[in-house]
């Protein structure tokens, strides 16, 4: 299992950039790799961006939230490049990332907190960056975490990290740094292994589906149910871009066909982990429906 985190200069990974990536291999016995962090050039326009970003900040309690990032550009870790640059230096990053990956497993799962986002941000659409399409198994270890503790939040920002940290007795160096939230992560794993459940339990809790509502189910209850928020926008975001001006549509509509199917797999697997039959579901949707008048009723 690879635990990875990043830093960006935003959330929004159809403009900001990463600019930090920090990550270690978790054995199955729970043995800690060593950390590895990776530092990414930025563009001017990112980094104006981030300038902004934590000028509206000052006087909230989120006031130096951007600090170590312009700490680290100050000190020539982080550089100011092209577009071009960039991309072929984070292109190279990500291969090296790769690289590590697979020399781990064959099919790598990555962990970490919110995994999606660091996907989204890492691996955007084909060509960006010049590396591999988007193809590991990922793991929420936060979602995993509370369903241990018997909590379903709605998302996984319904309890906060900080929050769940302390309430498992957590503590770690550099917080909100890269290297600092894999140690976190690596630490929320083994606390969460030290339930009593094997380590098998943890790998179906991204895979074989079981009847009934149980700590495991709950967790992936609310894993399935981020997928469909998740790629609900996924699909959102593809409708929008089919409307611009010059977009072709047969490229959009096989988009839209992709993103519907996503967004279908965490759908069904909603059903799967709540016990629920789909025709369950279309009976009530069309009693409801009747209910309003807007089906005629049945003879």
């Known amino acids: 299992m690879i635990v990875i985190d990043t830093e960006t200069t935003g959330l929004d990974p159809t403009i900001d950039l990463p600019w930090e990536i920090a990550f270690m291999e978790l054995g199955a016995d729970f043995v800690q790799g060593p950390i590895h962090v990776l530092n990414l050039p930025v563009t001017q326009e990112a980094f104006d961006r981030a300038m902004a970003a934590a000028e509206a900040l000052i006087g909230t309690e989120k006031e ?3 600090s170590r990032f312009f700490e680290a550009v100050d ?15 984070t292109g190279l990053a990500l291969r090296s990332l790769e690289a ?3 020399g781990t ?6 962990a970490g907190i919110n995994p ?3 996907a989204r941000m890492l691996y955007r659409e084909p060509g960006t960056w010049e590396a591999s399409p988007w193809w590991h198994t990922p793991v929420d270890l936060k979602i ?28 770690v160096p550099n917080r909100h740094s890269a290297a600092g939230d894999v140690l976190m992560t690596a630490r929320l794993a083994e606390v969460a292994h030290a339930t009593g459940k094997p380590w098998r339990d943890l790998q179906r809790f991204m895979g074989e589906v079981r009847p009934g509502i149980d700590t495991v189910a709950c967790s992936a209850l609310a894993y399935a149910a981020l997928g469909v928020g998740g790629e609900a926008g ?5 409708i929008k871009k089919s409307t611009r001006v010059g977009a072709k549509w047969a490229e959009h509509r096989q988009q839209i066909v992709l993103e519907s199917g996503d967004l279908l797999f965490y ?15 279309i009976e009530a949707n069309e009693a409801k429906r009747r209910s309003r008048g807007l089906l005629e009723p049945r003879p």
């Open 64 to 66: 130096g939230l951007f």
């Open 105 to 110: 497993s064959e099919r790598p799962v990555w």
């Open 116 to 118: 999606m986002f660091d």
């Open 234 to 238: 996924e699909l959102v975001d593809a």
């Open 267 to 281: 759908l069904m697997r909603v059903l799967q982990e709540a016990s629920v039959d789909l025709a369950e579901v």
């Open 144 to 171: 995993w975490a509370l369903g241990e503790l018997g909590i379903v939040p709605a998302t996984s920002e319904a309890v906060g990290t900080d929050d769940l940290l302390e309430r498992l007795g957590i503590s």
């Open 75 to 89: 000190a020539r870790k982080v550089d100011i490049l092209s577009a071009h640059q960039v991309g072929a230096q």
């Open 100 to 102: 590590f990956a697979v």
